[in-house]
């Protein structure tokens, strides 16, 4: 099963932020949370990912809670093209390798 | 630089039938996996290589063979296809096993067996 928990869906107007929760309670202190998103049915596609820090890139922003039990996905001005469903995923580790689990992750539907 | 490649795009098999989906990767990554995707779900691994000449099981590994004997390919087999197989195949790949340089995807396989 998937260790993360995610709205099924989202709205956003054009120009607005986006943020995506994502709940991940039982996650490890070895774990790293990340973010992908998949454009119709194209392949996935990395957005960013983190471990307990804030982080920052050209596409978004990743906001983790102290207690690492909650993260959120900020698109600081969605587009239209942000139109896609939006993975969270936290890597366990087993037999001495990472794999990701998804989810059915969040679908964000961008508003003109 | 043509990151992850896989072929065909399309493909449809008869019950019974065998084939290999393809997968080459040209950014010298060390972990390939295959993913499948069914209709509003999320994706499940299928198998996965940390490396030439090593590989694992994923979620589904039931029905789906693998080798890695290049590092540059990671190809697919379906021994006997079965509608239950029905799916689009997604083949993975990063520079580490962490995936914290991010995991590169290709387009896809769309596989219907009937």
């Known amino acids: 099963d998937a260790k993360t928990t995610q709205p099924p869906s989202m709205d956003c107007a054009e120009g607005r932020a986006a943020n995506l929760p994502c709940n991940h309670s039982?996650?490890?202190?070895?774990?790293?949370v990340y973010w992908y998103r998949q454009i119709h049915s194209q392949g996935p596609q990395y957005i960013i990912h983190?471990?307990?820090n804030n982080e920052t890139n050209e596409m978004a922003s990743l906001i983790i809670t102290e207690d690492r039990k909650s993260s959120t996905l900020i698109l600081p001005h969605a587009t239209l093209r942000d139109t896609a469903v939006y993975y969270c995923?936290?890597?366990?580790?087993?037999?001495?390798?990472?794999?990701?689990?998804f989810g059915t992750g969040t679908r964000l539907k961008v508003l003109a | 630089n043509a990151g992850v490649t896989q072929t065909p795009k399309f493909q449809v098999l008869k019950t019974g039938q065998s084939m290999t989906l393809q997968c080459a990767q040209d950014?010298?990554?060390?972990?390939m996996s295959w993913y499948r995707q069914d209709p509003g779900m999320g994706l499940r691994l299928i198998h996965y290589?940390?490396?030439?000449?090593?590989?694992d099981q994923g979620e589904v590994p039931n029905g789906y063979n693998v080798s890695r004997s290049t590092t540059e390919d990671f190809p697919l087999r379906l021994l006997s296809a079965a509608p239950s197989q029905t799916s689009v195949y997604f083949c993975?790949?990063?520079?580490?096993?962490?995936?914290?340089?991010?995991?590169?995807f290709g387009s896809g396989t769309r596989l219907t067996v009937v």
């Open positions: 290589s940390v490396g030439a000449g090593i590989t």
């Open positions: 983190g471990l307990k």
């Open positions: 995923i936290v890597s366990p580790l087993e037999r001495g390798t990472y794999k990701y689990i």
């Open positions: 950014m010298n990554h060390e972990y």
């Open positions: 993975a790949s990063s520079y580490s096993i962490t995936g914290n340089y991010g995991y590169t």
């Open positions: 039982t996650i490890s202190g070895n774990e790293y």
